[in-house]
């Protein structure tokens, strides 16, 4: 891969230059390799960019050289370019509105929300090499465009995609449910909905290979099984969104706060900041049982108590 790179000096006392190349750098989403070194992935836009830059520093009595370079090393430069921070913050902002939704003015709202989609349409522009987690913002700005018309014109059809056909839990009853041996995140987290929220009697079999799922079993988490990844309103929703969502669980918001760690975890996207943490447990654990029946035991105290704990951080009894 290749990338402009801008090297430049300016006069220490020359502050308004400085700062005006700082500002524009930082608006066109350069990353800063060390103090007056900026990079940016090759192409005419931005080259435009750094070039006028360029000329403004050494109008300004300051020297600056724009190079070509060929991307060479073990480290891919694109991880400086990581938006993933940013699209979290965001996604904070726009659940903020979302939870006023009923409260606020609609007018305040609706100017809330183009504030919010500028934003989002700024750090996208920016976004060079863009992933789950801008995905998940733009459905998270198109639910809260849902709400707010809602709001504003009830009886007037949403247009919401369809997601996953309903399920009902009275016919998931006592079931045996297979997924793959050797359980991980997303999984354990599955398996974990599934006895707490689904079916409490269920039955597990850890599977060597998805084939050997039973015709009677309810399989998850693989290709092919009634419930695994899934597109759902134009983002991909990984195992536990998808029983979530199918059994009409999504209203629960200590659910939806694991349901985005889950997700984070196993596919990336928007950070969670309790991911890191039960990443940590979580591997430990696997790396201390051999036995999935006994990694599912631990693993579910331990999800009880972050469920529990993000209730009580909501507010929730």
């Known amino acids: 891969m290749r990338w402009n790179l801008l090297v430049l000096t300016l006069p220490t006392e020359n502050t308004a230059a400085r700062m005006r190349a ?9 990353a800063v390799l060390r103090d ?29 050289f724009l190079l ?48 919010l989609q500028r934003a989002f349409e700024h750090l996208s522009g920016i976004d060079f090499f863009p992933g789950e987690a801008r995905s998940q913002v733009q459905a998270l700005l198109a639910e809260l465009d849902r709400g707010i018309q809602a709001r504003i014109s009830p009886d007037e059809p949403t247009g919401r995609p369809a997601l996953l056909a309903p399920r009902r839990r009275d016919e998931f009853q006592q079931r045996s449910w297979a997924t793959r041996k050797r359980m991980w995140v997303d999984r354990l987290a599955s398996a974990w909905l599934i006895r707490r929220y689904i079916d409490p009697g269920a039955r597990f079999l850890w599977l060597d290979s998805p084939a050997d799922c039973p015709r009677d079993a309810v399989g998850f988490d693989f290709d092919g099984a009634a419930f695994s990844h899934a597109e759902g309103d134009a983002v991909l929703m990984v195992t536990f969104e998808t ?27 928007l950070p969670a900041p309790e991911a890191a943490g039960l990443e940590q447990v979580l591997t430990g654990m696997r790396a201390r049982l051999d036995d999935d029946d006994a990694l599912l035991a631990e693993a579910s105290q331990v999800l009880d108590d972050l469920y529990l704990a993000l209730r009580l951080e909501s507010g929730a009894a």
């Not at 700082?22 to 350069?30: E, N, V």
């Not at 991880?79 to 006023?100: G, N, P, Q």
């Open 22 to 30: 700082w500002r524009a750098l930082k608006g066109a989403g350069a």
């Open 36 to 64: 007056g070194v900026y990079l940016m992935p090759e192409g005419a836009e931005r080259k435009e960019t750094l070039e006028a830059v360029a000329r403004d520093v050494d109008a300004s009595g300051g020297t600056a």
């Open 68 to 115: 070509d370079v060929a991307e060479t090393g073990d480290t891919p430069l694109t991880s400086l370019f990581d938006r993933s921070e940013e699209y979290r913050r965001l996604a904070d902002d726009i659940a903020a509105c979302a939870a006023a939704t009923e409260t606020s003015e609609p007018h305040d709202l609706v100017r809330q929300a183009r504030k």
């Open 243 to 269: 029983l979530l969502s199918s059994f009409g669980l999504g209203d629960d918001a200590a659910l939806r706060r694991v349901a985005r760690i889950v997700h984070y975890l196993d596919v990336g996207g």
